[in-house]
């Protein structure tokens, strides 16, 4: 594909694509996009996300939902040729779902964010990449940076695919940016909780809720001592958005 003009850019940005736009936090930005953006494009293979959380936006004639894989790089340069701008949340998530399947959730996030990234490049078009906190990996030296040093776990430990993948996408970005002039941003999402998240992947809140529910003992992880941050997903799509738009 040859390249095209820049994105035009604040009000005049009409299109937005959205890979993995029908998962947990996806759907929310999708909401939020939708009274935005004159139309909002979902690219999902609902592996682990659900149509039923597009239902009702989806009511509203600007947003339409693509059932497609990232590793498919014809359709992505199609739908990306077509956006101004992409927001990038398509990956294999939850510790239990990439140590269950470590192959299947390295490849697909690789190659699907080395295809979304590189069209994103090709066509100018501005993309937001959601990063996690795993990325800090092992490091428990207290507050962190987002330069700070790495600590990571043996690669022989299946959990460390998700980590890995998403470093990968990091260091694309950056290097898109630097060397091509790409306009990407990367975020690093931290526990995001809210309606529409489910326990099926291990999410800690999700599970909690459940078992208490339920009358049962909640899971607890080694001695119980260690500590963990929660972010509303309300917060994080405002963040998201802000973080896109700066």
């Not at 929310?28 to 996009?33: S, T, Y």
């Not at 998240?197 to 049962?216: H, K, S």
Request: proline share 3%.
């Amino acid at each position: 594909m040859g390249e095209r003009a820049a994105r035009p850019a604040g009000d005049e940005v009409k299109h937005a694509l959205v890979t993995g736009g029908a998962g947990f936090i996806g759907s929310h930005l999708v909401d939020a996009l939708a009274t935005r953006y004159e139309r909002v494009t979902v690219l999902d293979d609902l592996s682990t996300g659900d149509s039923d959380n597009l239902r009702s936006v989806m009511r509203g004639g600007g947003v339409e939902l693509v059932e497609g894989s990232t590793i498919d790089s014809e359709a992505v340069d199609a739908l990306m040729a077509a956006a101004d701008a992409c927001y990038h949340l398509a990956s294999a998530v939850g510790v239990q779902l990439v140590v269950s399947n470590p192959l299947d959730s390295l490849l697909k996030n690789v190659r699907g964010t080395d295809n979304v990234m590189g069209a994103a490049a090709r066509h100018g078009t501005p993309l937001l990449f959601t990063s996690t906190s795993e990325v800090y990996g092992k490091n428990s030296s207290g507050a962190l940076d987002e330069e700070s040093d790495r600590l990571l776990g043996s690669p022989f430990k299946a959990r460390w695919c998700y980590e890995t993948s998403k470093a990968f996408g990091e260091c694309l970005a950056h290097s898109l940016h630097r060397e091509r002039g790409a306009p990407m941003t990367v975020v690093r999402l931290f526990n995001t909780v809210g309606p529409r998240q489910t326990g099926r992947y291990g999410m800690v809140v999700p599970t909690f809720v459940r078992q208490a529910l339920e009358g049962r003992p909640l899971t607890v992880y080694g001695d119980g001592s260690q500590t963990r941050c929660f972010a509303h997903v309300s917060d994080s799509i405002r963040a998201i958005l802000q973080l896109m738009e700066m």
